[in-house]
């Protein structure tokens, strides 16, 4: 399993997915709290965070092992 530097407090755990019909294991993680470690950690505000995931984290493909983000609150529009 690819793991993300720096993150091990957003990890969720393990999923067993499919991905170009394969079943693999891939981590999962905690995107709002990959923002906050960005926000304390590097002194970010939200959006400059959370478009910090969107663009290098959530647009970056490792191939087939690469983790699973997800959002769940989802709390965009907040500040």
């Not at 959530?58 to 997800?70: A, C, D, H, K, Q």
Request: no cysteine.
């Amino acid at each position: 399993m690819i793991k993300y530097t720096d993150y091990d407090e957003a990890i969720i755990g393990p999923a067993s997915i499919w991905r170009e019909s394969t079943q693999v294991s891939v981590l999962v993680y905690d995107a709002e709290k990959i923002r906050d470690i960005l926000i304390k950690r590097d002194g970010m505000l939200h959006e400059e965070a959370r478009e910090f995931i969107e663009f290098n984290i959530e647009g970056g493909y490792l191939g087939i092992e690469t983790p699973v983000l997800v959002w769940p609150n989802d709390i965009w529009d907040e500040s």
